[in-house]
T-cell receptor, first 117, second 115 residues
Framework: AQTVTQSQPEMSVQEAETVTLSCTYD???????LFWYKQPPSRQMILVIR??????QNATENRFSVNFQKAAKSFSLKISDSQLGDAAMYFC??????????????FGKGITLSVRP | DTEVTQTPKHLVMGMTNKKSLKCEQH?????MYWYKQKAKKPPELMFV???????INESVPSRFSPECPNSSLLNLHLHALQPEDSALYLC??????????????FGQGTRLTVV
């Protein structure tokens, strides 16, 4: 079974600065996806960024980028130029590329990010 | 259209009531999910439907009864719930096969309170 670990329950960042959220995972599979989801107080889970395990290049989406280290099973999220709207709970998640029963998402415990004005 | 629509947004029900949660998507996704989420916790998977067939039931009590009438709709029927079932119920959908868009899309959830 796959597991996802987010060991920091909370982090805080000054507006306009950069913050990195950590995530490690454990799997015996070689082909999978990793995601970071954001859940603001409005409660809708929003996809921030996606990484395919077979791609060596780290994914980027505007101010969001990841540091994907497949051998170390590490998948951290870097938020640059932090904005007040980035304040939310962030979940790291894993999904196998296999179909059927393995198509479910496995979430980490989440990290609450606060942004100081 | 990348929306997953859940109704109602809020629901208060007594322990003897029967109610249903509804979820709808029109993205052509053939996998649909129900998650339960407590405050400050990650979503916990309850059920997965793949091609309108139940593929995963994470040992959920029978007072929760899922239904997938067609590829766009997912229901969760509730009966004789307990106060500890109060939570945010999230619906999600995704592609099933190897795809360029493997992410799950989530609805806004139904905030359920059992009194």
């Amino acid at each position: 079974a796959q597991t996802v670990t987010q060991s920091q329950p909370e982090m805080s960042v000054q507006e306009a600065e950069t913050v990195t959220l950590s995530c490690t995972y454990d799997t015996s599979e070689s082909d999978y996806y990793l995601f970071w989801y954001k859940q603001p107080p409005s409660r809708q889970m929003i996809l921030v960024i996606r990484q395919e395990a077979y791609k060596q290049q780290n994914a980027t989406e505007n101010r969001f980028s990841v540091n994907f280290q497949k051998a170390a099973k590490s998948f951290s999220l870097k938020i640059s130029d932090s904005q007040l709207g980035d304040a939310a709970m962030y979940f790291c998640a894993y999904r196998s590329r296999l179909t059927g029963a393995n198509s479910k998402l496995t979430f980490g415990k989440g990290i609450t990010l606060s942004v100081r004005p | 259209d990348t929306e997953v629509t859940q109704t109602p947004k809020h629901l208060v029900m007594g322990m003897t009531n029967k109610k249903s949660l509804k979820c709808e998507q029109h993205m052509g996704h053939r996998a649909m999910y129900w998650y339960k989420q407590k405050a400050k916790k990650p979503p916990e998977l309850m059920f997965v439907y793949s091609y309108e067939k139940l593929s995963i039931n994470e040992s959920v009590p029978s007072r929760f009864s899922p239904e997938c009438p067609n590829s766009s709709l997912l229901n969760l029927h509730l009966h004789a719930l307990q106060p500890e079932d109060s939570a945010l119920y999230l619906c999600a959908s995704s592609q099933v096969l190897r795809t360029l868009t493997p992410e799950a899309f989530f609805g806004q959830g139904t905030r359920l309170t059992v009194v």
